[in-house]
């Protein structure tokens, strides 16, 4: 009767400690959304007296500032996923230029061509 309690007792925490490890293991990373860059971000001012204007700010990860567009009679959607995927592009975009020159580059219309497709 001890020989049986002692086997099943046994079991039973070997299978919790199993598990426990198992679990552990296979937590994985937090899955991101497809739009959010990993080498730097963007940032959009409007005002709210003039809602057809608005500037866009594109920075690296060391808060260099790589790419700046102005906007005129375009209202962005920025809920919308192609909206926030095309400006991921254009950071890519900006940031393979900026490590190249150095500098930041200002209203090359990057932006503009690739919403009006």
Known sequence: MKKIFFTLSFT??????????VAQANKKSPRYPKWIPGDGYWNVVSNINTPR????????????????EKMDNIVLKLNKRKV?????????QSLLAFNNNQRAAENEMLVMNLIKK
């Open 53 to 68: 204007v608005s500037t866009i700010y594109f920075y690296n990860n060391k808060e260099q500032l790589v790419y700046t």
């Open 84 to 92: 926030r995927m095309n400006l991921k592009k254009v950071l890519d």
């Open 12 to 21: 039973l925490i070997f299978i919790c400690f199993y598990t426990v490890s």
